[in-house]
């Protein structure tokens, strides 16, 4: 038997595949949700003034919002602290600017990832007059406190954007993912119609996908934009875009 920090296998004859019942389905229907005007937001777990006991997180995720930002609009001046803090865009621009001196624009498919430590200020701002920002804000706990602030990113680079499966962030920052202070793997997944992708889960982690864009079946069950699926049984999980599907996929300590 061969064990690696990513999944086990035993030769490539044998695949474990958990079964349907060891998923559980968390549908983008059953999410918390607030309309602010110039931000309209979908919360997985409870954040702010939607709280649900029984949805506070999965191991150390602790946060995934769906925002839709207005044209002109954004999140002013506000301080974080002990927090591992990543966007992903999925259409139009964020603009971020930070206590650290950083001030950068992002495009769809790219990641902004900051440490927020002993703590930070930031802004994220829609800079386009016309077009709406569309983009997940991702909370994940830090493995230590007091750590030194920082602020990185993940642009896609030639070699890997046709993938359906990259290595986006990790704790050791490799396949040049960006860096966390969490033990976790988190993977964009883009997957043509028909075609499938698959994830080792080792023992005693936990697995989440939350699907962005398209359609996945996953055993019995399909899966549609917003919707997230988890598990924390081991073995090989493999996801079938019945659409083009956009995802994220995290493997947690």
């Not at 979908?42 to 997180?57: E, I, L, N, R, V």
């Not at 930070?120 to 997940?136: A, R």
């Not at 079946?217 to 079938?240: I, N, Q, Y």
Request: avoid cysteine; hydrophobic fraction near 35%; charged fraction near 20%.
């Amino acid at each position: 038997m061969a064990l690696s920090r990513s999944g086990i296998s035993w030769h490539s004859q044998l695949v474990i595949k958990p079964k349907s019942s060891e998923l559980t389905i968390r549908r983008s229907s059953e999410r918390g949700h607030a309309n602010h005007g110039w931000l309209d937001s979908y919360h997985t777990f409870s954040f702010a003034d939607y709280y649900d006991p029984a949805h506070m997180g999965f191991r150390s995720l602790r946060v995934i919002n769906q925002d839709i930002v207005a044209p002109s609009a954004g999140f002013p001046n506000h301080p974080h602290r002990e927090m591992e803090i990543f966007s992903y865009v999925i259409s139009g621009t964020i603009a971020h600017k930070d206590s650290m001196g950083n001030g950068r624009e992002l495009k769809p498919g790219q990641i902004q990832l900051m440490s927020a430590g002993t703590g930070v200020t930031h802004s994220e701002f829609n800079p386009s007059h016309t077009e709406p920002l569309h983009l997940l804000q991702i909370w994940i706990q830090p493995n230590g406190n007091r750590l030194q602030p920082s602020y990185t990113e993940w642009h896609p680079s030639a070699d890997s954007e046709n993938d359906p499966k990259v290595l986006v962030i990790s704790a050791d920052g490799r396949e040049n993912s960006a860096t966390i202070h969490q033990d976790v793997d988190v993977y964009l997944v883009r997957v043509p119609a028909g075609q499938s992708i698959s994830h080792d889960l080792a023992n005693g982690r936990g697995l989440w996908l939350q699907l962005i864009k398209g359609q996945l079946t996953t055993g019995e069950e399909t899966l549609l934009p917003g919707d997230a699926t988890s598990s924390e049984t081991s073995g090989t999980f493999v996801f079938t875009a019945t659409e083009v599907a956009e995802a994220l996929l995290f493997d947690l300590a």
